[in-house]
């Protein structure tokens, strides 16, 4: 079993949060697991865009990504940023997204390759190299989920019992 500490970064200005993940990078290293929280930010999208590439500049490279309602250039970037192939041609993310989503409709974005429209955006943009392009187009954006209930964001509105709902809307999708 692999556990893990997650930094949570919402609310908190850019300062606060490069200062946090400076000090756990380094009393932490790639000794221990741990993961950083990337915010979906609707009303400041730079926010999120910031907060993802800090968390690229600095090596980090799991985020739990949470208050999605769909997927957005930040945490696709994030996740494909780095992707390659290996010696024998296998697709390689070395960052892992693991989605905190209160939804089976959001999971199901997570739990498949991101779309193809808003790959070619991040490419246009100069995001991701057509080589991270190509294998976006075969892995999921998550490596997995967490299912939470309502915690009273706008993401959620949903009962504790939700995981049934989860497990019955999202059969056909399987992990790595």
């Not at 000090?23 to 979906?40: K, P, Q, S, T, V």
């Not at 957005?72 to 494909?80: G, L």
């Not at 967490?146 to 992990?175: K, M, Y």
């Amino acid at each position: 079993m692999v556990e893990f500490g997650f930094f949570g970064a919402g609310g908190l200005p850019m300062e606060a949060v490069r200062a946090g993940v400076l000090r756990i990078r380094e009393a932490l290293g790639d000794e221990y697991a741990h993961g950083f929280n990337l915010l979906h930010n609707p009303v400041e999208p730079a926010v999120e865009e910031a907060t993802g590439d800090l968390y690229l500049e600095q090596g980090c490279d799991v985020v739990s990504a949470s208050a999605y309602m769909g997927l957005t250039p930040a945490v696709v970037r994030f996740r494909y940023t780095g992707a390659y192939r290996d010696e024998r041609g296998g697709a390689v993310c070395p960052n892992m997204v693991l989605a905190k989503v209160s939804r089976p409709e959001v999971a199901a974005h997570f739990l498949s390759p991101p779309p193809e429209k808003l790959i070619a955006e991040i490419v246009a943009q100069g995001g991701l190299s057509p080589e991270e392009a190509e294998i976006a187009k075969e892995i999921p954006v998550a490596e997995g989920i967490t299912c939470e209930a309502d915690s009273g964001g706008h993401t959620d509105h949903r009962p504790l019992s939700i995981f049934p709902a989860f497990q019955n809307s999202l059969t056909g999708f399987s992990s790595r």
